[in-house]
């Protein structure tokens, strides 16, 4: 299975620019926010804290211009104090209540009483909502006589009823707001930053689910670019190499039985041709003639055992991991020229000429010998097999820096188009034209096998020659040894 190819992204660096990310952000909304804010208070939406602050200095003045007559200061006062958010109480200096605006009496009564000190006093109530209750003396003629008590509220308010509620907390919303969208920012990209890890996580999670459940038929795909998306390829890669190695112990244990079956099926006959034989020469009443042909006939059946057996131990040799993972440097024209000459030898009975040619790279390579001899001596097997008395079989070898490229012809009965197709199937032995009854359809299995394991291919074809046509290619590039 192909993934995604993405570019490596450390958690660490998403970090790192998440956090950049939320100081920018949050700059940038506590800027607009409080800018806002600001903007009510130039529109006159929301007031000043020292609004009402600003009545004092005129409240003096008339006081020294009008403190000699009581009732007049009342009337001049009142035409200046706002609707609200400002009171007063003139009083005498016994602290009789003579004229008042607006005065919350429970406030008066908590702070001032009869006894206070003459001199002029101020003092604050509260620190969310600062309430200034301010004793101004009224000098007469340099004696202190009586007094004004002017109360203000000292926080911001509001000239709309809507945002009277929250005026008051202007002052500290300019404090709050960047710590408050700070945190927003944070609470935000924290869940976007777990989503983030938490899917691949899940996707790993489940992965790991199907696998304790025995199933391999999933896919882990993530878009992740940091750690977690790396595990996941890692994981993905596991699985792919798992089901690989899986199906290939299936698809080993499905060719033992298939062995077996067939090879059980062969044996069967044999045995019960050599048990009835024997059973008629326990019974004596076999002439010498039957007997001579029962004894014949018993020893064509040994020697067919004698192969079966034989077979098991061919296809128990090839199985065995140690053929393909020993590995040497071989000169492959010294090694070819050498087996050549025991072949050479086989080819005499029938005068088969063998022509051999090399090509290529003259350099030792690296190559598992015991597996390229189980190929070729089961090329040459079928080849001297089926080539005539006096044909001719050639033997090619192209070695470069990438493969080595093996083609075999012979000039014998060639394949038919159903060989072509089965002739790599185990057991199968083709047409009664290439099948003398001394093999049993493993050679070409074998050598397909073993040219699989080694990551290689092979083609089956109608040779120039007239006969078979065999061409492999197999890669000798060791990565390990890089």
């Known amino acids: 299975m192909a993934l995604k190819k993405i570019s490596y992204k450390s958690i660490k660096n998403r970090f790192i620019s998440y956090m950049i990310q939320i100081l920018i952000v949050s700059f940038m909304v506590s800027v607009i926010l409080i800018n806002g804010v600001l903007q009510l208070v130039m529109v006159g ?169 025995n199933n391999l038929e999933f896919k882990i795909e993530t878009d992740n670019q940091d750690e977690i998306g790396q595990l996941c390829l890692s994981f993905e890669k596991m699985r792919v190499n798992l089901k690989e190695s899986l199906e290939g112990n299936w698809k080993k244990e499905e060719e033992r039985r298939s062995i077996i079956n067939g090879l059980t099926h062969d044996l069967r006959t044999p045995l019960t041709v050599i048990k009835g034989h024997t059973e008629l020469m326990l019974e004596d009443i076999l002439t010498e003639e039957q007997m ?16 079966l057996v034989q077979a098991l131990n061919e296809i128990n040799k090839w199985q065995q991991t140690e053929l393909l993972d020993k590995k040497q440097m071989v000169n492959m024209e010294e090694w070819l020229e050498e087996r050549l000459k025991d072949y050479k030898i086989l080819a005499q009975p029938k005068h088969i000429n063998i022509e051999f040619r090399i090509e290529g790279k003259k350099d030792p390579v690296y190559l598992g010998s015991e597996a390229w001899n189980q190929i070729l001596d089961n090329l040459m097997s079928n080849s001297l097999r089926f080539t005539p008395q006096g044909g001719k079989i050639l033997i090619q070898v192209v070695v470069d820096d990438e493969n080595i490229k093996l083609k075999v012809e012979d000039s014998g009965c060639g394949f038919t188009n159903e060989d072509l197709k089965q002739a790599v199937v185990m057991f199968y032995q083709g047409d009664k034209s290439r099948n003398s009854g001394k093999h049993y359809g493993i050679g070409l299995y074998v050598v397909d096998y073993l040219v699989k394991k080694m990551n290689g291919s092979m083609n089956l074809y109608r040779a120039s020659l007239g006969g078979a046509g065999i061409y492999i290619v197999i890669n000798i590039r060791d990565k390990s040894r890089n």
């Open 292 to 307: 001579k042909d029962s004894t014949v006939s018993i020893q064509k059946n040994v020697e067919r055992l004698t192969r």
């Open 45 to 213: 939406w929301i007031l000043p804290a020292d609004y009402y602050e600003e009545v004092v200095p005129t409240v003096r003045n008339y006081i020294t211009e009008y403190g000699a007559d009581l009732a007049k200061l009342h009337g001049e006062l009142a035409q200046i104090m706002p609707e609200e958010g400002v009171s007063y109480k003139i009083i005498n200096q016994t602290g009789k209540a003579l004229y008042e605006y607006g005065v919350d009496e429970k406030v008066i009564k908590k702070w001032w009483d009869k006894s206070i000190d003459k001199t002029e006093q101020k003092i604050i109530i509260g620190w969310i909502k600062p309430y200034v209750l301010q004793y101004l003396p009224i000098n007469k003629e340099g004696a202190c006589c009586d007094a004004v008590i002017l109360g203000y509220r000292l926080y911001n308010t509001s000239t709309l009823p809507i945002l009277k509620v929250i005026a008051p907390y202007f002052n500290l919303s300019i404090i709050v707001i960047p710590f408050g969208v700070l945190a927003i920012t944070l609470i935000l990209y924290a869940r976007r930053f777990l989503k983030v890890i938490k899917q691949p996580l899940n996707i790993l999670q489940n992965g790991i689910k199907n696998i304790e459940e």
